[in-house]
């Protein structure tokens, strides 16, 4: 298949709109180091809402970055852990999250700049 | 100023937002040979509505990622071009778009399969 993410009809774009939700790259990012339950996503990631975590999760799991599996214990136990191709986009999620962090003063600067001339 | 993107309160996150956008990265990829008019631009981001782009690249240029030059020539010509900041961006874009091309056959079957469980 020739893929183009700059073809109109091209799903490659989907997958630029998966990776460019910001919960999806620090949910990724997050799982580095080995599979994690829930609960230990929702504290590594603070103000996500339940809602917006379960949704990021069923959203990586369907397109197959994110392995989810149920523990038949008592009370239930559900892990997540990347999948080798999530762990093929860790690298780059790992990339923009220390753009993020390094040039996020540069960033603020030139909004106030912008907003003070507009 | 100690920035942390997984800080609740942190504004890299909203850095996160901006690079995220799939518009963004198609947008910051497309001007990696030179500044670009604006119809120029349309043209190699097929699908863009126009009212998407210019939000688009007000947004770019709020960051501090794209200058927007007007010459006064008649009709007006409108170009616009990466600034330092939005060339340090290019190559995690660029990378960005390749995993996308290279992987969507993956996604796509991960689909597949998810969805027919379910």
Known sequence: MKTDVYA???PSRQVLD???DAWSVLTVA???DGSLRY???AQRIPGVSPKMLTQTLRGLERDGL???TVHA???PRVDYA???LGRSLLGLCEALTDWAETHIVDVLDARA???SRS
């Open 8 to 10: 109109k009809t091209c």
């Open 18 to 20: 998966r990776i460019g």
């Open 30 to 32: 997050a799982l580095r």
């Open 39 to 41: 609960t230990e996503l």
């Open 66 to 68: 994110v392995t989810r």
């Open 73 to 75: 214990v008592v009370p």
């Open 82 to 84: 990347l999948t080798a």
């Open 113 to 115: 700049a912008y907003d």
